[in-house]
């Protein structure tokens, strides 16, 4: 299994056989492995690394915390730290959805969504509320819950038995807005298909309806039409379902908004954050409620049924909230949408430029562009070709890092990357991102041509 030339590792990688550059450091908006080699991580790791690597700030905030206590048990004590997060977050989040539940990782914080949805239905005495709605274009996480909800048909292949299928409307896909109707006409169409699946499934077994608000790793920063979260939760209201908006990807300024459903001035029942809270600085996440629901909850069991043991431990909140602290004194949301505004412009000559690039898209400081076979007809690439991993590594050869956005719905959703660098990226850091996607597109596209697959 190992080469006398290797170094003998007993990590399980996530493909096998593959050779993975060892990391050394990070600064900024950059990574270095231990060759020496610099990358542009203009994809933010997983979407992840909002505020850049190894920045002053929270270095000094972890080891402040450290040196009082990392972890103490949730059920044991609070702390200043955890209190103080929890307060952010309520003033940063929409409406009355003031309440935090911490958790690691964005996968837990959908799971525990679930569950809160289905607790507070029950508190009610409405026992038979406990069906999740979804939608096809979608990615909520890997455990099997989170997993149930996802339309993500390449990681479900291999679980399908053990899966509740709760993925059951379409999702909104301006770009291939097959019949040509205007905007507004998409959004009520797109949106009625939940009504429609409500009406099908019965209300009284239907405890919530989950949806990204910008469609991240199952699509690529797929924006929906203006009107379609309204309506959405016109019918959530009229059909008394919870609205969840997984801001997992979207949430803490990425987009050039506080969260993405604020693009809509939406407000949610429920919302689970991850990535971007931390900036990766510490596995951290979080399920956040309304008044509303906690009221229910707090006058029935008065308890959540759903927790880790590392569930809001004081290191991981002070980290999260030097990092917040961070994006505040920096302005990081708003330079988010300017510098979002500067990407996507670019990305769009991108778009004019090259027959393989469908469609640039995006809000803020997540984009995308989705490959396709076909300009005119917009035919996708077979995922068979594995255009999107290949367009990845092509890029990372040439020190840029981008991020694969592939759902597995072969024939209607094809190929597509997320661009979603640092917040605190700077244009002539942008025209440098741009110079290096250029050229990784020219050497696809010529590659693509001499093999007969484009
Ligand atoms: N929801 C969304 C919208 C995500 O993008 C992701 C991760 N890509 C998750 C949930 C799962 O988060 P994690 O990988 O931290 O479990």
């Known amino acids: 299994m190992d080469s006398k030339t290797e170094r003998k590792s007993y990590v399980i990688k996530p493909e096998w056989g593959k050779q993975y550059p060892r990391i050394s450091h990070g600064k900024g908006i950059y990574l270095y492995e231990e060759s020496g080699k610099r990358y542009m991580d203009a994809c933010s790791g997983a979407v992840t690394v909002s505020i850049g690597h190894a920045m002053d700030e929270v270095v000094d905030a972890m080891r402040q915390q450290a040196e009082k206590v990392s972890f103490a048990y949730r059920s044991h004590f609070s702390s200043e730290a955890v209190e103080e997060l929890a307060e952010i977050l309520a003033a940063w989040a929409p409406g009355n959805v003031n309440w935090s539940f911490f958790v690691s990782s964005g996968s837990e914080a959908t799971e525990t969504a679930q569950k809160i949805a289905i607790q507070y239905w029950q508190e009610q005495g409405r026992m038979t509320k406990n069906r999740i709605l979804s939608r096809w274009m979608s990615y909520h996480g890997i455990t099997m819950g989170a997993l149930s909800m996802s339309g993500h048909v390449l990681r479900r292949k291999r679980f399908v038995p053990l899966l509740a299928d709760y993925p059951c409307i379409s999702a909104p896909y301006p770009y291939r807005n097959q019949q040509g109707l205007d905007s507004d006409a998409y959004a009520r169409q797109a949106a009625d298909e939940l009504e429609a699946a409500i009406i099908r499934t019965g209300a009284e077994n239907v405890a919530a309806f989950i949806a990204e608000?910008?469609?991240?790793?199952?699509?690529?920063?797929v924006v929906p039409p203006d009107g379609y979260f309204a309506r959405i939760r016109e019918i959530c209201t009229k059909h008394q379902i919870l609205f969840i908006?997984?801001?997992?990807?979207?949430?803490?300024?990425?987009?050039?908004?506080?969260?993405g459903i604020d693009h809509w001035q939406v407000t949610p029942d429920v919302m689970t954050l991850g990535k971007g809270m931390s900036s990766g600085y510490t596995p951290m996440a979080a399920t956040m409620v309304s008044d509303s629901i906690m009221q229910t909850i707090a006058e029935g069991s008065g308890s959540i049924m759903a927790g880790h043991t590392y569930s809001a431990n004081p290191q991981s909140a002070a980290i999260c909230v030097s990092v917040i602290r961070y994006m505040q004194q920096h302005q990081l949301v708003k330079k988010a949408e300017e510098n979002g505004k500067y990407l996507l412009q670019h990305l769009k000559q991108i778009e004019q430029e090259f027959d393989i690039v469908g469609e640039a898209r995006g809000k803020g400081l997540l984009c995308g562009i989705e490959f396709v076979k076909n300009k005119l007809t917009k035919e996708p690439f077979a995922l068979s070709h594995q255009v999107t991993n290949r367009m990845i590594q092509k890029a990372f050869a040439k020190g840029l890092m981008i991020y694969p956005a592939i759902g597995g719905l072969d024939g209607v959703a094809g190929d597509a990357v997320i661009i979603s660098p640092p917040l605190i990226i700077e244009q002539h850091e942008i025209d440098e991102l741009i110079h290096l996607l250029r050229q990784t597109l020219q050497e696809a596209q010529a590659e693509f041509k001499k093999e007969g697959i484009w």
């Not at 908006?245 to 969260?259: H, I, L, P, S, Y």
């Open 213 to 221: 608000p910008i469609i991240g790793a199952s699509g690529g920063a």
């Open 245 to 259: 908006a997984d801001e997992v990807m979207t949430g803490v300024g990425r987009t050039g908004k506080n969260f």
